[in-house]
């Protein structure tokens, strides 16, 4: 590796040769403030909060490439009071309403503002006038708290290719916007909630059901059921304080009951579900020939993006609904026969890592009889929320365990939180099915870790070869589609999700501020949670969890069946492109 040498305040250090000034100080322990950076996503030095000085003139570190004997001050009464100055100016457009935010406590704004000790706005004048966009049943805009860093745009349009925000008009008319300026439920915006977590204030926020759910719980006539996504357990821990990747499964039902509600369901029973449905309709298409490859259907971000980018692709998609979906179904369905309440007297909440979850419960597409599937979503940020204004000392709470018959997931059912996931859960079940043999040992690894595309060719006893692709972030699942279009590549099963490293990394999980991001291996640290909790599972398959087997011959009968078919399955429409 090619290093130079460059002095920084006074300092003689060596770096990779193409570094950037930003970086070359952080690796030095210098914290040079920024907003607009966001590693891989955002280089613009539009904020200038991280101005340096380079002989007479002062240069935004972020896109500064250091150069072989170059001499940096990152400390200086000039650097200082420019950068002041800048958030300064930021301060005096942006609403203020700091207590209210939902990213109070939590905001880059507010820690920048801190860290360069500002106590007054002095800059006084006309501030922008926006409205909320309220129109998205899954994400809030707030303009008026917007501060133009463009790490939104860079998250919507380079990373995920969806390009439904960007910049628009000019000057102090700046503002992010949709095309034609319209509202964000009627843009090409799939939900996947990356512009929340790329946005450093409270501009972008989830459209919170937390008061929904209160008085849901209030209701002494309703019954309410919830249950957690896989990757919820591996980082709402985050939020009270535990280290990245602590795995708090225990902690989260012992608190969900104390919140209220009357039952608590493992959302990994749903992703059983899901294999039995969907390896089942794998096989028939891989009998029949048709449709093929067969796409994952579990993310509801990749679904909008294929039903608005490549409607002609939407019979390759899987008809099986989502897990959580699918378990709002069985509860409507079997379970309130069980224990004989009126289906319309259930209430079913499911707490997910997802924005785009939020989107998918409202879905008409996903109900039955006039009632949706779902009834609410909330985030994980959201349940952290219900949990501090319960009270709950959630660190010092002891393990509880969920309720059955819709609690036990296998650990096939774990990894579908990572990307990967569903894909290996489903060879664990395909394999066995097909072969009648036990595997000797349940890990795919071909299909773990964090690439963008990885494919591979597993191998069936019946002597079948199944080509897959996995794929996480949508710009990577463009890449695949177009080439597939191309005629450059070719499968027979592809998952994708919508969000760069699955759901562990999904729009509804607590937010890292871009330093902490760039230190720590966030999606790495919780993909190991996910896996270890697989590990530690008695039952590491689908088609071997009891409770699925006994769903299927006291109420289902068998996988892709009539009744499975009406209760689990669904269908998609193509959207407009604009």
Not at 32 to 56: A, D, T
Not at 108 to 120: G, P
Request: some cysteine; hydrophobic content about 40%; proline content about 3%.
């Amino acid at each position: 590796m090619d290093t130079i040498k460059i002095m920084i305040d006074g300092h003689e250090v060596e770096v990779a040769k193409g570094t950037t000034v930003l970086e070359a100080a952080r690796q030095q322990g210098v914290d040079i403030p920024s907003l607009c950076y966001l590693q891989s996503i955002n280089h613009s030095s539009s904020c200038r909060v991280c101005v340096v000085e380079v002989g007479p003139r002062l240069i935004a570190s972020c896109t500064l490439i250091a150069e072989e004997g170059m001499k940096i001050q990152t400390n200086t009464r000039k650097v200082r009071e420019a950068r002041k100055a800048s958030v300064e100016l930021l301060l005096s457009d942006h609403n203020q309403e700091c207590l209210s935010c939902s990213r109070s406590g939590g905001c880059e704004l507010q820690d920048v503002s801190r860290t360069l000790n500002i106590r007054k706005v002095t800059y006084t004048g006309e501030k922008s006038s926006q409205e909320k966009d309220l129109a998205s049943p899954a994400i809030v805009r707030d303009a008026s708290k917007c501060i133009l860093c463009g790490r939104c745009v860079g998250a919507c349009g380079t990373m995920q290719t969806v390009g439904a925000i960007g910049f628009a008009k000019r000057g102090f008319d700046t503002v992010i916007s949709t095309a034609f300026g319209r509202p964000l439920a009627e843009s090409t915006c799939v939900n996947c909630g990356q512009c929340i977590m790329a946005c450093p204030v409270g501009a972008l926020s989830e459209r919170e059901n937390i008061e929904e759910v209160w008085n849901e719980l209030a209701d002494p006539g309703k019954y309410v059921v919830v249950q957690t996504a896989p990757a919820v357990r591996v980082a709402l821990g985050e939020e009270f304080g535990l280290p990245v990747g602590t795995r708090v499964t225990g902690k989260m039902v012992a608190a969900l009951r104390r919140l209220g509600f009357d039952k608590v369901f493992d959302a990994n029973f749903g992703a059983d579900l899901t294999i039995m449905e969907e390896g089942t309709e794998l096989l028939s298409r891989l009998s029949s020939g048709e449709n093929l490859p067969l796409m994952t259907s579990c993310c509801p971000g990749w679904v909008k993006f294929i039903e608005h980018n490549f409607p002609d692709r939407l019979n390759n998609l899987s008809t099986c609904k989502s897990p959580h979906e699918m378990e709002g179904a069985i509860v409507k369905a079997f379970f309130a026969g069980k224990i004989g309440i009126d289906p319309k007297n259930i209430v079913v909440v499911s707490i997910m890592p997802c924005t785009a979850k939020k989107f998918e419960g409202a879905r008409e597409e996903l109900s039955r009889e006039g009632l949706q599937d779902v009834d609410w979503v909330l985030t994980t940020r959201e349940l952290a929320s219900m949990i501090k204004e319960a009270g709950i000392d959630f660190a010092n709470l002891k393990d509880e365990a969920f309720d059955n018959p819709i609690g036990q997931g296998s650990g096939a059912a774990v990894i579908f939180g990572a990307t990967g996931g569903v894909a290996e859960a489903a060879l664990r079940t395909v394999f066995e099915i097909t072969s009648g043999q036990e595997l000797a040992t349940v890990e795919y690894t071909a299909v773990r870790g964090m690439d963008g595309i990885k494919e591979n060719v597993i191998e069936l006893p019946n002597g079948r070869k199944i080509r897959t692709a996995v794929v996480h972030g949508l710009g990577n699942a463009r890449r695949l589609m177009e080439a597939m279009e191309l005629g450059e590549k070719s499968y027979e099963f592809i998952e994708v999700m919508a969000c760069p490293g699955g759901c562990i990394a999904g729009g509804g999980q607590p937010i890292l501020n871009a330093g902490a991001s760039s230190r720590i291996d966030i999606k790495a640290e919780r993909a190991k949670a996910i896996y270890t909790e697989d590990e530690a599972q008695t039952v590491r398959k689908s088609h071997n969890n009891p409770f699925i087997k006994a769903l299927y011959e006291e109420f289902l009968g068998e996988p892709n069946g009539h009744l499975a078919h009406e209760l689990l399955h669904t269908h998609y429409m193509a959207r407009s492109k604009v």
